[in-house]
């Protein structure tokens, strides 16, 4: 047995049993199993994965997981937030003259889509998710 630590971002944490959402866990996989099987065992259609990264760096689905030591992370391309980041609960869309007095005045002119949490009354934009993503993405594809 090999054991891989997961991390799902985005969209894909919806797929997970709740203790293991948008966090890392570690999971035994089978000698031979793939990231492929290891995804779909884990509840995640491979077919909603974009982007997997192994120890940094991104693989195929064949990728056979005894060769993995470390980290296994699956991340999805940046979108508009659907969950909040901070209590997780759904987000809806709004005008931006509705939350214009509670953005930082490079976000005003910049971004033009705007989500907000009725729990905790948090506004995101593209940005304030895909930071992390957009880094990571840029990373793999320097010239994308
Ligand atoms: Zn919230």
């Not at 491979?46 to 991340?75: C, Q, W």
Request: hydrophobic content about 40%; charged content about 30%; proline content about 6%.
């Amino acid at each position: 047995m090999t054991v891989a630590t997961f991390r799902f971002y985005e969209e894909l944490n919806d797929f997970l049993a709740p203790e293991r959402r948008k966090r890392e866990f570690r999971c035994a996989c089978a000698r031979a199993a793939t990231t492929k099987h290891m995804i779909e065992a884990l509840g995640v259609p491979h077919t909603e994965v974009e982007l997997i990264l192994v120890n940094g760096e991104s693989v195929g689905f064949d990728r056979l997981l005894r060769e993995i030591f470390e980290r296994l992370d699956l991340a999805r391309s940046a979108r508009p937030p659907t969950l909040c980041l901070h209590c997780n609960a759904p987000l809806r869309d709004i005008d931006k003259a509705q939350v214009l007095e509670q953005l930082p005045p490079s976000v005003r002119n910049r971004h033009g889509r705007f989500t907000t949490c009725d729990v905790c009354r948090r506004v995101f934009w593209e940005g304030s998710h895909g930071r992390h993503m957009r880094a990571l993405l840029d990373e793999l594809m320097p010239d994308g």
